[in-house]
């Protein structure tokens, strides 16, 4: 047979709600809504602004007003003073507040007419302002400094036999002049003073300036040179042209000559360093034999 227990509840207490219980009597005061979906002209305000725990009623209001004015409106001192009726001391009084809470930014700025202007900036969340500026300090952290990969040296040049400072001098005026033919080849005075030599070898050998210049800037590629440099060392050791055939100096005296000299055969007279035979009598003495 199935007893009861005597000492378990008849059914299970159920919890009630605070609202619903039955011994709480409804909340009727306080503040109501009796709300109506904006559709045009309204602005959205942060309860960070709305319900701001330090700025006073007349800083939310006119933070809130602030606003709500389109872009370009006047928001002076003496505008606002002249839109309400709290007077130019207490709304400077609440512009300041704003500033200091980040709702309100004034800088000054030059127009391009030459004057300076302040303009006043609203900002309606001053925290994400804040995140944004910090964001680059906290990336500034100073870190290891990468290295710069080293650049790769100019191709070796031609030098010349003897290079004098005269040489060297009109090389070096010869490369620094490229630049009036292209304004590619503006070239830097490391640049320069590694492709002087290679310019000089080209002088050394006979190669007129003019030559030199051709050969440096003719059909030079369409498009942007990477290093100006390194095409110049190429032409200068690719072109360089041969020694030139060696010249007899103006001012060098002539070649010596044997003396004359008195045949021992037929005295005929020719040049030979020492007295005896000419040729024709040397030519019958051996058909002779």
């Known amino acids: 047979m199935g007893t009861q227990n005597p000492s378990a509840p008849p059914r299970a207490h159920v919890r009630v709600a605070g609202n619903k219980h039955p011994n709480r009597t409804p909340r009727t005061g306080g503040l109501q809504h009796d709300n109506t979906r904006h559709t045009t002209r309204f602005v959205v305000i942060g309860n960070h602004l709305a319900q701001h725990p330090e700025l006073s009623l007349l800083a939310i209001g006119l933070g809130t007003h602030l606003q709500s004015?389109?872009?370009?409106?006047?928001?002076?001192?003496?505008?606002?003073?002249?839109?309400?009726?709290?007077?130019?001391?207490?709304?400077?009084?609440?512009?300041?507040?704003?500033?200091?809470?980040?709702?309100?930014?004034?800088?000054?700025?030059?127009?391009?007419?030459?004057?300076?202007?302040?303009?006043?900036?609203s900002c309606n969340q001053p925290a994400a302002v804040r995140q944004r500026t910090e964001q680059p300090c906290r990336e500034s952290t100073p870190s290891a400094p990468r290295k710069q990969p080293a650049r790769k040296a100019l191709p070796a040049v031609p030098r010349p036999a003897y290079s004098g400072p005269g040489l060297l001098q009109a090389a070096t005026d010869l490369l620094a002049d490229l630049r009036r033919h292209d304004s590619r080849l503006l070239l830097s005075a490391s640049d320069t003073a590694h492709l002087a030599p290679g310019a000089a070898a080209w002088l050394e050998r006979e190669a007129t300036p003019a030559a030199v210049r051709h050969a440096l800037t003719a059909d030079l590629p369409p498009e942007g040179l990477r290093r100006p440099a390194a095409l110049l060392a190429h032409r200068l050791a690719d072109r360089l042209p041969p020694v030139p055939p060696a010249r007899p100096r103006p001012d060098a005296p002539p070649p010596a000559r044997d003396p004359l000299q008195t045949c021992d055969g037929c005295e005929r007279a020719f040049r030979a360093p020492a007295p005896g035979r000419c040729r024709d009598c040397r030519t019958d003495d051996q058909e002779a034999a």
């Open 69 to 121: 004015l389109p872009k370009g409106a006047p928001a002076d001192i003496k505008t606002l003073a002249a839109r309400f009726p709290e007077g130019a001391t207490r709304i400077a009084a609440a512009l300041r507040e704003l500033e200091a809470h980040g709702y309100l930014r004034r800088e000054r700025v030059r127009t391009s007419s030459g004057r300076i202007v302040t303009r006043t900036i």
